[in-house]
Structure formats: structure tokens, C-alpha cells
């Protein structure tokens, strides 16, 4: 069982480009999330998803867009990559609503914006 | 809005020593979820427990064991005869309600635990 899969593991983009990081997970988890982690600031919510065909805004939610076409798929846009987004990028599911599921992480991208 | 708070950045301590981990929370809600995560230097987050507002028993699990004390909203997590592999950031998180619906994690900054031989 895979879980949730992030590729890729390391990435350098100059100012400018564009990229997407991929997500997916084979666990037929409905809430998809991403979290971005700067060195001393926790985890910050970027955009998540209830299922498939809905998406919404997190804490820090400019500068990235996202799709959810499939359950299993939740790929993250970067459309102008800024130096700000320097980062590394979690993506996590959860199977259901409630509040108390624990969500399953993926081992993250390392993004550097040069 | 609702939040998280783990004063200690960083602690360090020798093989062996206890060490407890602070985590105090906000929150209006009057049914929430807290958990704990474990970043070891691999990067990885590994999920370590999960506690419901309305069981205030303490829970134990080998070296490990978890406080939590509604009425200090404090949620704290106590290593015994700490070892060199318990080094790794640990972060506390609220479940928190999201606009539209469902719910999402709310993260503390995280503690760094430095355990040395």
C-alpha cells in the first residue's frame, strides 16, 4: 500500500517558471491537502479538497492553484514561482469529514525559487 | 480564529533525561481533536496520537505519554529515559473547522527535541 505518493522529491526553478508538484493517493481518501513548511513555522494550509470536482482556499493560498479531477490526484500549480516559495510542500489525505481523522502525509517536495 | 502554541523552539537533553513537550491551544469550539506529529531528520511526518476533548485520561504508550488538561487547554507530551532517535521536531495540531466545509489541521511552529549520547 502506497499511500501518498509526492513527486518530485527536489526541485530548482528560476523566478519565473511554472511547475506542478503531483500528489496521489490509492487509500480512496475523499479530503486532500497541502501544506507548505518554512524552516520554524509549522505547516501552513495552502488548499484542500472535500472529493472530487471541489477545492478551496487554505491560510496561504496565493500564487498556487489546484485541481481535484479524480479522487485519487490532487496536483498542486505554481504558476510564477517567486523566492517566497521556497519551501517544502506536504501533501496529505484524511477518509473522511470528521474532525478527528488524522491526516496520512506524503514525504514532501523540497521547492527552491532562485 | 483558533491556535496553537509550543513556546519551547528547541530543547535539547542528555540519553536517558525526561523531557516534556508543552502544547497549549485556543479554541471555541466545545467538541475538537488534537494530535501530535513526529518529523524526525528524514523529513517524513509520522502521526502519534489523537485526543478527543471530551476524554481528559491520560494515555500512555511505551516511553511516551500524553497530559491533557481541558482546563489549561494544554496538551502536553512527556518522553521517559529519552534515546538519540527521539530526536526530531515535534508539532502539536488542532483540528479546525474550514470555511466552507470539512476540517483541516492547524499547526503548531513545532518543538526541535536534540537528544545526544
Known amino acids: 500500500n502506497a499511500g501518498v505518493t509526492q513527486t518530485p522529491k527536489f526541485r530548482i526553478l528560476k523566478i519565473g517558471q511554472s511547475m506542478t508538484l503531483q500528489c496521489t493517493q490509492d487509500m480512496n481518501h475523499n479530503y486532500m491537502y497541502w501544506y507548505r513548511q518554512d524552516p520554524g513555522m509549522g505547516l501552513k494550509l495552502i488548499y484542500y479538497s472535500v472529493g472530487a470536482g471541489i477545492t478551496d482556499k487554505g491560510e496561504v493560498p496565493n500564487g498556487y492553484n489546484v485541481s481535484r479531477s479524480t479522487t485519487e490526484d490532487f496536483p498542486l500549480r505554481l504558476e510564477l514561482a517567486a523566492p517566497s516559495q521556497t519551501s517544502v510542500y506536504f501533501c496529505?489525505?484524511?477518509?473522511?469529514?470528521?474532525?478527528?481523522?488524522?491526516?496520512?502525509f506524503g514525504n514532501g517536495t523540497r521547492l527552491t525559487v532562485t | 480564529a483558533q491556535k496553537v502554541t509550543q513556546a519551547q523552539t528547541e530543547i535539547s537533553v542528555v540519553e536517558k533525561e525526561d523531557v516534556t513537550l508543552d502544547c497549549v491551544y485556543e479554541t471555541r469550539d466545545t467538541t475538537y481533536y488534537l494530535f501530535w506529529y513526529k518529523q524526525p531528520p528524514s523529513g517524513e511526518l509520522v502521526f502519534l496520537i489523537r485526543r478527543n476533548s471530551f476524554d481528559e485520561q491520560n494515555e500512555i504508550s511505551g516511553r511516551y505519554s500524553w497530559n491533557f488538561q481541558k482546563s489549561t487547554s494544554s496538551f502536553n507530551f512527556t518522553i521517559t529515559a529519552s534515546q538519540v532517535v527521539d530526536s526530531a521536531v515535534y508539532f502539536c495540531?488542532?483540528?479546525?473547522?474550514?470555511?466552507?466545509?470539512?476540517?483541516?489541521?492547524?499547526f503548531g511552529k513545532g518543538t526541535s527535541l536534540l537528544v545526544t549520547p
Open positions: 495540531a488542532l483540528s479546525e473547522r474550514q470555511a466552507n466545509s470539512g476540517y483541516a489541521l492547524n
Open positions: 496529505a489525505s484524511s477518509p473522511d469529514r470528521g474532525r478527528g481523522s488524522p491526516l496520512h
